[in-house]
């Protein structure tokens, strides 16, 4: 008999700490939900047996003592875990493991999205994986006779805003290839909301008619594919990068039928770099060539989204007009963008220390 309970005693975390790591998994850090399940006796003598946990969508940390398993525990710890997650209206979640744990998971309902050597990605709940390629799959029939085949490639952006640098990254990328598939980044954790990040894009792009725009939904550098290059852990770039770009080299690119990946060089972000770094070594493996292009430079420094920001933070709203296309201009103009400026002037305020004066 086990007793259900939200960790969060010290005793309670540093248990489950020790869980982790006798099962190889580290603390995943940022989690909604900590659960754990423990032997029914005096408190004294608890004893943490399974434990799980819930960071945004991604089911972590689900560990079972060794000498336990086999009775059940993983299965009755992530009902726990979906009913905490239905509760807060998530019926489509991400499961990570170890390669050699994944099929334990599929009498559960999990299915598998993708795996490397290191770890792999399942999922539970609709709409999944099968649902979105097969909706790249009819966007791609339906620009058949634009193209021969023969060279179509994609480019992978977050835009956080849209700038001149992607502009001469996608334009390159555009006049290189007979079809190009701009997919942007839907995770909702940038500074720029996706909806506008998306229109910038589409506006921005408007005059180029092989360039086919799309959305990169759960599964093209998402929380639950590419963690790290939202909370900047360059220790766990390589193994979410690997993960991240093997779904897009074994799934998104044969549903497009893409054959080259452009992507910008990369000297300001660790991780992005590391990323970068990955799809050069791992994309030609599944026959993807992979052409990085130079960054393009203004006043002698690349031009980059985060450059953009960092002006827009110190309030240097007009040094950004000559870093981005008239289309990113208007909009930051507009009362449409007074939220995210002011939330950039803020992040700004903080980093100098003025915020509180």
């Known amino acids: 008999m086990y007793v259900e309970r939200l960790l969060r005693s010290p005793s309670d975390l540093a248990q489950r700490g020790e869980l982790l790591a006798s099962r190889g998994l580290s603390v ?29 969508r ?15 525990l993983t299965a009755e710890l992530l009902t726990l875990l979906l009913r905490y997650a239905a509760d807060a209206g998530i019926w489509h979640l991400f499961l990570f493991t170890k390669p050699s744990d994944a099929s334990r998971f599929a009498s559960l309902g999990f ?41 179509i490639s994609g480019v992978v952006v977050n835009c956080n805003p849209f700038t001149l640098g992607h502009r001469y990254l996608i334009e390159r990328a555009s006049s290189a290839s007979e079809r190009l598939y701009v997919i942007v980044v839907e995770e909702d954790r940038s500074e720029f909301p996706f909806e506008a990040r998306f229109r910038l894009v589409r506006e921005g792009l408007s005059d180029l008619g092989n360039v086919v725009i799309l959305r990169g939904g759960d599964y093209a550098v998402s929380s639950a594919t590419f963690p790290s290059y939202f909370t ?64 393009v ?13 960092a002006l827009l933070g110190e309030g240097k709203i007009e040094s950004v007009r000559k870093l981005v296309p008239v289309t990113t201009w208007r909009w930051l103009d507009s009362p449409e963008a007074a939220p995210v400026l002011e939330r950039l002037r803020f992040i700004g305020r903080l980093k100098t220390g003025q915020a509180w004066a």
Do not use: C
């Not at 539970?124 to 009819?138: S, V």
């Not at 430079?297 to 920001?309: E, K, L, N």
């Open 58 to 72: 991604t089911l972590q940390g689900v560990a079972v003592r060794e000498e336990l398993e086999g009775q059940g």
């Open 232 to 295: 900047h852990e360059k220790e766990l770039a390589s193994v979410h990068a690997t993960l991240d770009l093997t779904i897009f080299a074994t799934r998104i690119a044969p549903a497009l039928s893409v054959t080259k990946r452009f992507v910008g060089t990369e000297p300001l972000s660790p991780v992005t770099n590391v990323y970068n770094e990955t799809m050069k070594r791992l994309l030609p493996r599944h026959g993807i060539a992979v052409e990085e292009l130079e960054r």
């Open 111 to 151: 299915r598998p999205v993708a795996a490397t050597e290191s770890s792999a990605l399942l999922e539970w709940g609709k709409p999944g994986a099968e649902e979105f390629l097969d909706n790249l799959t009819r966007r791609a029939a339906g620009h058949s006779q634009s193209a021969s085949g023969q060279n």
């Open 297 to 309: 430079r203004i006043d002698g420094a690349p031009v980059s989204a985060s450059r953009v920001r």
């Open 28 to 56: 995943p850090g940022g989690e909604d939900v900590v659960l754990g399940l423990f032997e029914d006796s005096p408190p004294s003598d608890e004893r943490l047996v399974a434990t799980g946990s819930l960071v945004g």
